[in-house]
């Protein structure tokens, strides 16, 4: 095609997850290192009492009522739990 660059092959730097950060690159890890097993034990007993007492709720609700008992980027984790949950 007219007007794009052709492909190189490489790999950009940013696509590779080992090895070092990029220098400068800011943010946070993904990765936790306070998570462990009893962290998530007790956010799997929070959304199964969570559920149980509420049916009908959605992610987002469940995120509102116990979110802040977590670590604030553990919504994504709560959300997952909840999905398994309701597969059982």
């Excluded at 943010?27 to 799997?44: I, K, P, Q, T």
């Excluded at 469940?62 to 919504?75: E, N, S, T, W």
Aim: charged share 20%; with cysteine; glycine share 14%.
């Amino acid at each position: 095609m007219p007007g794009l660059p052709a492909a190189d092959g490489g790999v950009r730097r940013a696509a590779v997850l080992s090895g070092p950060p990029r220098p400068g690159a800011g943010g946070c890890a993904v990765r936790f290192r306070e998570d462990n097993s009893r962290e998530l034990a007790r956010a799997r007993a929070a959304v199964a009492a969570w559920r149980g007492q509420n049916p009908g709720g959605t992610s987002e609700e469940l995120v509102a009522a116990i979110g802040c008992q977590f670590h604030p980027d553990y919504g994504v984790v709560l959300r997952a739990l909840l999905f398994a949950a309701d597969r059982h």
